[in-house]
């Protein structure tokens, strides 16, 4: 999941671009969250720091603040090198400062034309998720799962087991932020994913790298955020 991130002191034209962007999260059904907007960037770079999701950063150059936009993009770098940074503002000549401050914008966002910036901000969060996307696609095993007309993904090693749902035909992954149900069997799971993935229940298929400890007596599988599963007496030997 990508974490968006809006930081401009003009209130009214703030909460334009979140409702563009929530918009356009909807409609598009991207795997993204608005995780905080705000006129304050000390505001931002503190939300950020406890963040553990790749962000999307759309900042006014001009913030009214001891630290402009392009400031504050380099702080983000700190924190998030591999966040997407787009710059809105009514200034067009300052695009040559993203080179400046060498900030790696991915895009500049004119506020001067409102129905031109919509559509520059819903092609900026497409192109982020395909990015991103791509990114994780190299350097992660990555499932991904449909759920409530989504298509969601989740790296490998987020994922601590999946369970038979009460509802038929469901499953519920186990994740490290989110809990997510989908169609689909633990039988085509244990089929499709493999290697790390283990089956020790018959409603049970985990990740053995996700582990923390094994009760053999209780038949109980813990896991390294606190959450537990059951093991079968026939599936032990997996283990």
Known sequence: MLDIFVCDDENAQRRTIVQTIQNAVLIEELDMRLALDTGDPYALLEKIRSS???G????DIDLNSDI????????????????????????SELSYMT?????????????????EAKVKIRECLLNAMERYTLQ????????TVEAGGRKISVDHEDIFFFETSVNIHKVILHARDRQIEFSGTIKELAGTLG???????????????????????????????????????????GF
């Open 136 to 143: 994780t696609n190299k350097t992660h095993k990555v499932y």
């Open 195 to 237: 290697g790390d993935f283990v089956r020790c229940h018959r409603s049970f298929l985990v990740n053995k790298n996700n582990i923390k400890e094994i009760d053999s007596k209780k038949r109980i599988i813990y896991f390294t955020n606190g959450e537990s599963c059951l093991m079968s007496t026939r599936m032990m030997k």
């Open 68 to 91: 402009n936009g392009m400031k504050l993009a380099q702080q983000i770098r700190l924190f998030d090198p591999r966040g997407f940074i787009i710059f809105i503002t009514a200034h």
């Open 56 to 59: 999307i950063y759309f900042l």
């Open 52 to 54: 553990r999701n790749t």
């Open 99 to 115: 080179f400046q401050y060498r900030v790696e914008a991915m895009d500049f966002v004119l506020k001067d034309s409102p129905a």
